[in-house]
């Protein structure tokens, strides 16, 4: 009999939030596609991620999340190991970007990017770890940060500011839980096909200009970014920690 491919998520299951669009519901696909039980956490109706993890012949379930709200982790993870746990993988997906001068940026746009891309990341991570040590598991928690974690970008304040502190987070994560068996890593997207970058398509100059600096000549798609998932959620990664992954066609090479 062949040996199980390091690369497969049989058995496992994972949480992903943010998963009823964009690079979520790439990651929830891909993650179902090599084997893995999905929970599809966020606000919205889960059912087309969930029809397309049942037509690819995987297992999902919905769970309705806000991480606006304030103390909401140790629930969502209690809550996702109640469903189909316990859970052995975390993807913080989840995230927003509001677009302002800095000279104009307000309080309101700063404090609710920083809530969701930054703090709930953390205390998702925290209650994810938490259970998996108390219960004598291992677990996998990747990250997903952006360009902006390498990169300043213009009008997006509080967006660069939490994806570079997600960049710092994950590896002072990674340096913590590393030999309590909890690999954290961090996935920066280069630029994706998603509600996130509806505004750049939108306007010719910038697509323009954008295109023009990705060596692969053309947007990413959520599917791109599944690969690296899978990868980092697999025992393939296992002596992988720390690590923000560009996954850009080319952006930051150039
Ligand atoms: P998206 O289509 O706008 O998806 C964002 C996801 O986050 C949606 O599922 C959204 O749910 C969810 N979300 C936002 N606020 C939430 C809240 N309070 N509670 C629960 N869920 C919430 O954008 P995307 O491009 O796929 O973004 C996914 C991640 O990739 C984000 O962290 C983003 O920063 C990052 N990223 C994207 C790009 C890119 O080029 N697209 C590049 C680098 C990094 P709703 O649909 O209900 O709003």
Redesign the pocket.
């Known amino acids: 009999m062949a040996a199980a491919s390091p690369f497969g998520l049989t058995g496992r299951t994972a949480l992903v939030?943010?998963?009823?669009?964009?690079?979520?519901?790439g990651i929830a696909l891909a993650l179902a596609e090599a084997g893995a039980t999905v929970i599809a956490?966020?606000?919205?109706d889960m059912g087309e991620t969930q029809a397309l993890i049942t037509e690819a012949g995987g297992a999902g379930h919905a769970l309705k999340?806000?991480?606006?709200q304030q103390g909401i982790a140790p629930r969502v993870i209690d809550q996702a190991n109640d469903l189909a746990g316990p859970l052995d993988i975390l993807i913080n997906?989840?995230?927003?970007?509001r677009r302002a001068d800095a000279l104009d940026f307000s309080e309101s746009d700063w404090d609710e990017v920083m809530?969701?891309?930054l703090k709930?990341t953390f205390f998702l991570a925290q209650a994810f770890a938490k259970s998996a040590v108390d219960a004598g598991r291992t677990g996998r928690i990747v990250n997903?940060?952006?360009?902006?974690a390498f990169q300043g970008g213009i009008r997006v304040a509080s967006?660069t500011a939490s994806?570079s502190g997600l960049a710092g987070l994950t590896k002072l994560l990674a340096c913590e839980w590393a030999a309590k068996g909890i690999n954290v890593n961090a996935i920066?997207?280069?630029?994706?096909?998603?509600?996130?970058?509806q505004a750049l398509r939108a306007d010719p100059d910038r697509n323009d200009a954008i295109l023009a600096r990705i060596p692969a000549g053309r947007w990413?798609r959520?599917s791109d970014?599944g690969g690296a998932a899978v990868f980092l959620a697999s025992d393939a990664a296992a002596y992988v920690n720390g690590a923000v992954i560009p996954v850009d066609g080319g952006w930051l090479a150039r």
């Open positions: 939030t943010g998963a009823n669009t964009g690079i979520g519901q956490a966020g606000r919205s999340v806000d991480l606006q997906n989840a995230g927003i970007i809530n969701v891309n709930a997903i940060a952006s360009l902006l967006y994806k920066a997207p280069g630029y994706i096909e998603s509600n996130n970058t990413g959520p970014i």
